[in-house]
């Protein structure tokens, strides 16, 4: 039995589409655009994920928050713990600071509070907090200086202000350190500007030890919260069930539902950020794989108009010797070859459009090579999914009729 | 020793609604290695059909079809793609040359199909062409040779798979009465050189060229005999 082999239908596709160059291109066009959009919008869904990644990240490196308040759930990167009696104690913080899985731990309770400086008032968020702060939210001053153990042991009525807090009051190129602002009616002398972190409540918060907000401000001796930075991200669910019984003892309440407290940490955080970006990278490569497919669908058109054009020549390759199987490898090969070359393209563009979206459009886009992979199988079997049936109704085609066809 | 072609009680019907029409009925018919024989016959006369089956493009309905001894009536299809490559050479009143593709191309298509190998295919294609007097068309197109050309072409095609038989359908009938004559006399040409040739016409005096008259009508054999004793 013999049969031609794989390159000799190669040959004969490749000269018939050369042929028809206008209408290969047209007929790769959809598949070139659907393995473009693909590619750029998985990229995009990607580098959505990598910047919520690396924006939580950017909390602070293996972060546990213990807030005041029973455990309601549903709240993320930051709760509005102003109207939230406080509960957590000096003890409770010395506790925490003994565990051997915890690096350091520092206290936080915040205010909204009115703050004058010459004769331009404002309010911004009181935040009162240990020298740790920076280390462990990773968010430092970007003049000047935070303030130190010994600021806090004095109760100095010195304060931290965030980038807006500095704008709003002193305008760029003005020296605020060594200034006096008011806060709720107190001096305070700033002795820094934090770095500018791009959320409002970061850049308007006012830093100032903790022992001067519990004095002048609140008139508190309970923190809003405690952050404490574990030893590692592995064993942060461990130093969880630890802080929460000790927390419990403490407290003495006899289980979590009683509690007046509950634990938050980045892992958590982070598994939960990383499954809605995943499920919305999967909904714009979906609305990019419908395209893929209408773009088969044009495939297909094209074939069967093809078929019925090239009747005589099929009649006339089957007169001659021609088997089914080998006009069905013609123009399958012939499909396949277009969606290849639309998919090799479209694979080109999708990824300029990529950088182009991060380079002009400000978007966050990372190329995954597994989606270029998948764009790329995907266009193969495309060709032969949606070339197979118009090769399949040519390998059919009776040699008698075929040849009489004008 | 067994004829070359030999139809045993042949019959094709085709169903036609309740109507069984009976294209060729019980043919008996068997032709020689190396005679030149023509079938003639108006149209609807059955000829077309058992040109096909001659061709193995067609099965019959009923009897038997032996060429070269073997049955072949009852192939599958691809089996009788194999017998037509291996043993037919085809030549078409309208050419049927493929519109892209050069001469040499055109004539190399059958020996794809055969499995033989690219550059023998190449050099076999460009002997046929000499044979047939193209020798220096070999790489125009279709469109760049005249009718006359084209059909020679596709008589080097037909001839490029070494067949036992040129079946020829109406191969002058697309052609000018100066060039159907010289198609006629390089069919005779060809045939005094040992190949064996039907040739499928309407016209009465192109049959009458031939060695062997066949005359077909109403899907039944009325004449078979010389051309020269044949009275039209």
């Known amino acids: 039995m013999k049969r031609i082999n794989a390159r000799e239908s190669l040959v004969m596709s490749l000269r018939s589409i050369a042929s028809n160059k206008v209408r290969a291109f047209l007929t790769a066009l959809g598949v070139m655009i659907g393995v473009a959009a693909v590619i750029a919008l998985v990229a995009l869904g990607n580098g959505a994920q990598v910047s919520v990644q690396e924006s939580l990240q950017s909390l602070g490196s293996n972060l546990l928050i213990v807030y005041s308040g029973a455990p309601k759930g549903g709240s993320l990167v930051r709760r509005n713990t102003s109207n939230i009696e406080p509960t957590?104690?000096?003890?409770?913080?010395?506790?925490?600071?003994?565990?051997?899985?915890?690096?350091q731990a520092t206290p936080e309770s915040t205010a909204t509070v009115q703050v004058k400086y010459s004769n331009l008032n404002t309010t911004a968020t009181a935040i009162g907090t240990g020298p740790e702060y920076p280390e462990?939210?990773?968010?430092?001053?970007?003049?000047?200086?935070?303030?130190?153990?010994?600021?806090?042991?004095?109760?100095?009525?010195?304060?931290?202000?965030?980038?807006?807090?500095?704008?709003?009051?002193?305008?760029?190129?003005?020296?605020?350190?060594?200034?006096k602002i008011r806060l709720d009616g107190i001096n305070f002398t700033v002795i820094g500007i934090m770095e500018e972190k791009g959320d409002s409540t970061s850049d308007s918060s006012i830093f100032i030890p903790i022992t001067a907000y519990q004095r002048y401000i609140s008139g508190e001796k309970e923190y809003a919260l405690v952050n404490v930075q574990a030893a590692e991200l592995d064993s942060m669910r461990d130093l969880q069930y630890v802080i929460e019984d000790e927390l419990l003892a403490l407290h003495r309440l006899p289980s979590l539902d009683m509690a007046d407290f509950y634990l938050a940490n980045q892992l958590d955080l982070l598994s939960t950020v990383q499954g809605v970006t995943e499920t919305f990278t999967l909904l714009l490569g979906s609305i990019a794989a419908i395209s893929l497919v209408v773009g088969g669908i044009g495939i297909m058109n094209i074939m069967l108009v093809s078929v019925t054009e090239r009747t005589r020549e099929i009649g006339v390759r089957m007169a001659l010797g021609?088997?089914?199987?080998?006009?069905?490898?013609?123009?399958?090969?012939?499909?396949?070859?277009?969606?290849?070359?639309?998919?090799?393209?479209?694979?080109?563009?999708?990824?300029?459009?990529?950088?182009?979206?991060t380079r002009f459009g400000g978007m966050a886009a990372v190329v995954s090579v597994d989606s270029i992979f998948l764009a790329f199988g995907f266009s193969v079997i495309t060709g032969l999914f949606f070339g197979g049936y118009p090769a399949y109704r040519a390998s059919r085609l009776d040699p008698i009729e075929a040849l009489r066809y004008e | 020793m067994s004829s070359m072609i030999e139809l045993l009680k042949l019959s094709r019907h085709y169903q036609m609604g309740p109507t069984t029409v009976k294209?060729?009925?019980?043919?008996?018919?068997?032709?020689?290695?190396?005679?030149?024989?023509?079938?003639?016959?108006?149209?609807?006369?059955?000829?077309?059909?058992?040109?096909?089956?001659?061709?193995?493009?067609?099965?019959?309905?009923?009897?038997a079809y032996l060429l070269d001894g073997k049955d072949v009536s009852?192939?599958?299809?691809?089996?009788?793609?194999?017998?037509r490559n291996r043993s037919i050479g085809f030549v078409f009143q309208s050419f049927n040359l493929l519109p892209r593709q050069s001469a040499r191309e055109n004539v190399e298509l059958p020996m794809i199909y055969a499995g033989i190998s690219p550059k023998e295919?190449?050099?076999?294609?460009?002997?046929?062409?000499?044979?047939?007097?193209?020798?220096?068309?070999?790489?125009?197109?279709?469109?760049?040779?005249?009718?006359?050309?084209?059909?020679?072409?596709?008589?080097?095609?037909?001839?490029?798979?070494?067949?036992?038989?040129?079946?020829a359908d109406e191969p002058t009938g697309a052609l000018d009465s100066k060039t159907g004559v010289e198609i006629m006399e390089f069919f005779r040409q060809l045939n005094d050189s040992g190949v064996s040739l039907i040739m499928v016409t309407h016209d009465n005096e192109l049959a009458a060229q031939a060695n062997r008259v066949v005359q077909i009508k109403d899907g039944k054999v009325l004449w078979d005999g010389k051309a020269e004793e044949w009275v039209q």
């Not at chain 1, 089914?324 to 300029?352: K, P, Y």
């Open chain 1, 322 to 357: 021609a088997k089914g199987r080998d006009i069905l490898g013609q123009f399958i090969t012939e499909a396949i070859i277009i969606s290849l070359l639309g998919g090799l393209v479209g694979i080109g563009l999708g990824v300029a459009a990529s950088w182009a979206a």
């Open chain 2, 121 to 167: 295919r190449r050099q076999r294609a460009v002997e046929m062409l000499e044979r047939v007097g193209l020798g220096d068309r070999s790489d125009h197109v279709p469109n760049e040779l005249s009718g006359g050309q084209r059909q020679r072409v596709a008589i080097a095609r037909a001839l490029a798979g070494q067949p036992r038989l040129i079946l």
């Open chain 2, 23 to 63: 294209a060729i009925d019980l043919i008996d018919l068997s032709i020689e290695e190396g005679e030149f024989v023509s079938i003639v016959g108006p149209s609807g006369s059955g000829k077309s059909t058992l040109m096909n089956i001659i061709g193995c493009l067609d099965s019959p309905s009923d009897g």
């Open chain 2, 74 to 83: 009852n192939l599958s299809k691809n089996e009788l793609a194999e017998t």
């Open chain 1, 88 to 103: 957590l104690t000096e003890e409770d913080l010395e506790m925490i600071r003994s565990i051997p899985l915890v690096i």
């Open chain 1, 136 to 179: 462990i939210r990773n968010f430092s001053p970007i003049y000047g200086s935070f303030f130190t153990q010994a600021e806090l042991d004095t109760r100095k009525t010195v304060a931290v202000i965030g980038a807006q807090v500095y704008k709003d009051l002193f305008g760029e190129g003005v020296d605020p350190v060594g200034q």
